[in-house]
């Protein structure tokens, strides 16, 4: 009786083999549409990418502020709160306001991941080290990283060329190039270019196409 329409399909190993087939197409085709949703996403957040433009506003008074603020600020959440204020730095909608953080080894850190709807800015002691110190780390996390679209840096990253290492170019030659209004002397920027020696020794593909070398 079984004969007369074959084996059914629990006796059949080439309807089994059939049956794995189909199920490892449609895991394929699953992966490839949620790429292609990730893609689509990650588009439809494009934010302002490049900032390495100089600062537009007027630094008078933040440069009078420096002027009369030589020694460095103390380590806490009311210096960030009076650099924010000082240094006219606008607080992103991408990204909650800068925490102090005693624990973070870095000058700053923007955390963007998973599920957070708002990236999470943390501040560092070595962050502290002068008032325009304090400033540009502050610009550098919130004026470039809260501004950037990591989800799209992301896209980037997994085709292969290096979106996140060029989210980094950008924010510290935003640094530099707003040195001036952050009143850093030539040590600190010397640092700042030690610092994007070691971490970035090349340019990303990205950062020679938009910005060049
Ligand atoms: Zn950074």
Redesign the pocket.
């Known amino acids: 009786m079984w004969r007369a329409f074959g084996n059914p399909p629990w006796l059949n190993p080439d309807q089994d083999c059939i049956g794995l087939q189909m199920q490892q197409q449609a895991r394929k085709n699953l992966r490839l549409l949620l790429y292609l949703l990730f893609y689509f996403i990650a588009i439809l957040f494009w934010g302002k990418e490049i900032q390495i433009a100089e600062y537009a506003g007027d630094t008078t008074a933040m440069h009078k502020f420096l002027g009369q603020h030589p020694e460095p600020p103390y380590p806490s959440q009311a210096s960030i709160t009076t650099a924010m204020q000082v240094f006219q730095i606008k607080k992103s909608p991408r990204c909650k306001y800068p925490q102090f953080k005693r624990d973070v080894f870095d000058r700053?850190q923007?955390i963007f991941g998973g599920l957070l709807w708002q990236g999470i800015v943390l501040i560092g002691p070595p962050a502290f080290s002068s008032w325009g110190m304090l400033g540009s780390t502050l610009a550098?996390?919130i004026e470039v990283?809260c501004n950037q679209n990591h989800l799209f840096y992301t896209a980037i990253d997994m085709i292969g060329l290096d979106g996140h290492r060029f989210?980094?170019e950008a924010?510290?030659g935003y640094e530099i190039s707003n040195a001036k209004r952050f009143g850093l002397n030539p040590f600190e920027m010397s640092e700042i270019e030690a610092t994007v020696a070691e971490l970035l020794p090349r340019r990303s593909f990205l950062y020679s196409l938009v910005v060049g070398d």
């Open positions: 700053g923007t550098h996390e990283h989210a980094e924010a510290y």
